[in-house]
């Protein structure tokens, strides 16, 4: 018998028909992917009855929608069609995460991918399951007292949840009514998981709907909004072979520059998503009480080095980049292994310059030597008769 763990090993075909057979359930299963994105209009209570059926809701919440449909028995019909929206939309996040954790894809967390106000730097954001967990209770928190509530009051508790998101995307709370930032909230939740379940593999739009898929904005004219596109980044594009990412930015960005961007990102949220990682330790006196130093980080394809005469630290990030070699130096700072890494660098032309090949090779030809042995390749060689 074949264990999971190594099943892509063993079987490395299957493997992959199984990974894009889980991809394309929890997509499938999310809003973005039946509505062909993301659009605000007001939520439909036949949509609506069919999520609650799907999360196997319990009587009383159906009972709800038919009665805020109608308009009877309910303070405050809007609020209460919104607040249920809101609460499926980020039911199923739960569910298909959980679903991801159970087939072995992730574990404790999830990550979106956010565009910052700070030039050309966009951010991996965790979201953590029990962080998931807790939104979807608060909602069904205020969901169990919409009936008889007023907006105010049924807002009070939804603020609980929209808050904790905010605090976790880095986003001051919007000064908008919680009830529809709640709805933005499930949207770039439903838009993260979709993105993330995809990051491992080919992209969402050509994969899923044979077209690319438009730029698009949710909520643009509210407080709290977001934009979802398609965007470089800077070193790293290398190292994912040149492949746009999937980005949500929750402050819009204005005109049509499409400059790559650096990836901002703690270790841990990295190989997550685009790993294996495995860090480079200096040596270390086993009596020290100091936590380990790393010299870099080898990935699939070559490593990610702090860069050399930096301030580390000064802005609460090391400056990193992807290098596609081994690249080895005593003189490079280290990290530490819970440190964030601001990878990709500011890289200017100067038409001007006229260093050459031939300069190079008389400031480093000391460093220049042959190349290695090819790397090993499988192959068959010999065939076995039963």
Not at 171 to 178: A, F, G, L, N
Not at 308 to 328: E, F, M, N
Request: net charge negative.
């Amino acid at each position: 018998m074949v264990s999971m763990r190594t099943h892509h090993i063993v079987d490395p075909q299957a493997h992959y028909i199984a990974l894009e057979s889980l991809q394309r359930k929890v997509k499938t299963f999310q809003l973005w992917y039946r509505k062909t994105g993301i659009s605000w209009e007001t939520p439909e209570p036949e949509d609506i009855m069919l999520r609650l059926l799907e999360i196997k809701a319990p009587e009383w919440m159906h009972n709800l929608l038919l009665d805020a449909g109608d308009g009877m028995d309910v303070v405050d019909s809007e609020a209460v069609l919104c607040l249920l929206d809101s609460y499926v939309i980020v039911k199923c996040v739960v569910d298909s995460f959980d679903l991801l954790v159970a087939r072995k894809f992730c574990h404790e967390f999830f990550s979106i991918l956010i565009q910052r106000d700070t030039k050309y730097i966009a951010e991996i954001v965790k979201i953590p399951r029990t962080a998931l967990g807790s939104i979807a209770s608060t909602l069904w928190t205020a969901l169990a007292n919409a009936r008889y509530e007023t907006r105010e009051s049924t807002a009070e508790v939804v603020k609980r949840a929209t808050d904790q998101f905010m605090d976790l995307v880095g986003h001051e709370p919007p000064s908008s009514d919680p009830i529809e930032t709640s709805r933005t909230m499930a949207y770039l939740l439903d838009v993260g998981l979709v993105s993330y379940a995809g990051s491992h593999a080919s992209r969402n739009d050509f994969q899923d709907f044979e077209a690319e898929t438009a730029d698009f904005s949710c909520n643009k004219d509210g407080c709290f909004r977001f934009q979802c596109k398609m965007q470089t980044l800077a070193c790293l594009n290398g190292f994912l072979d040149a492949r746009e990412k999937n980005l949500s930015s929750t402050a819009t960005t204005a005109g049509g520059a499409k400059e790559p961007l650096s990836i901002l990102t703690t270790i841990d949220a990295l190989s997550d998503i685009w790993g294996p990682v495995y860090a480079e330790a200096i040596h270390q006196d086993s009596s020290t009480e100091k936590p380990y130093r790393v010299k870099k980080y080898n990935v699939s394809k070559g490593c990610i080095r702090p860069l050399p005469r930096q301030s580390t630290y000064s802005d609460g990030y090391v400056k990193c980049h992807w290098y596609s070699w081994q690249r080895s130096s005593d003189d490079d700072p280290t990290m530490s292994l819970d440190d964030k890494l601001l990878i990709g660098t500011e890289m200017t032309i100067k038409p001007d310059c006229t260093f050459n090949m031939t300069e190079y090779e008389m400031n480093y030809g000391n460093a220049i030597y042959a190349a290695g042995p090819k790397p090993s390749t499988w192959k068959f060689d010999g065939v076995a008769v039963s």
